[in-house]
């Protein structure tokens, strides 16, 4: 019966590697599509590479407003996902491919938030959600979630990634 047992599990771990989704898999597997990425408005570049460490610029969703006030905390968490659509594409972008993605490092999300609201954590939830949907384990990462006073034409969250690269 052990033997039966150990059996059975190793045809079902090579099943499950053999058969590992890539994210753009999983993307299409949640209903979702990986957006056209859009153009700096200023003087700088959509992201950095620098040896195996990919650095982005903040993204934000075309979702605009003060959460807590114009948008409840509901709307802000999809706001942050929309932002995570946003920041695959340009990880897709900057890599090719997504399975290159060794490792979410960092992620600094920022919450345009009304004064008396305090639920950022629960905001950028829809932004880490995303990524451990898509990438797994890969997916989580050290993170700050603050509130801010204003972003950029009242967008409703803004968020920057670190994530480490495979090797090539």
């Not at 659509?85 to 920022?110: C, H, N, P, W, Y």
């Not at 639920?119 to 932004?127: D, E, K, L, M, R």
Request: aromatic share 8%; net charge negative; charged share 20%.
């Amino acid at each position: 019966m052990k033997k039966y047992c150990l059996l059975l599990f190793s045809i079902f771990a090579f099943y499950s590697l053999s058969h590992a989704q890539t994210p753009e898999e999983k993307i299409k597997q949640l209903g979702l599509s990986i957006p056209e990425i859009s153009q700096p408005m200023a003087n700088y570049v959509k992201w950095r590479q620098v040896g195996n460490v990919l650095y982005l610029a903040g993204n934000g969703p075309n979702v605009f407003g003060k959460v807590g006030s114009d948008l409840t905390p509901e709307e802000g968490y999809q706001a942050a996902r929309e932002t995570g659509l946003e920041i695959i594409a340009v990880l897709k972008a900057a890599t090719g491919d997504l399975s290159r993605i060794k490792q979410f490092v960092k992620v600094l999300g920022m919450v345009n938030s009304a004064p008396d609201f305090t639920g950022h954590p629960a905001v950028i939830n829809g932004f880490s959600d995303l990524m451990v949907e898509v990438f797994g384990e890969k997916g989580k990462h050290a993170r700050s979630a603050v509130g801010v006073a204003a972003l950029p034409n009242n967008i409703a969250v803004e968020i920057e990634v670190i994530v480490e690269l495979e090797d090539q």
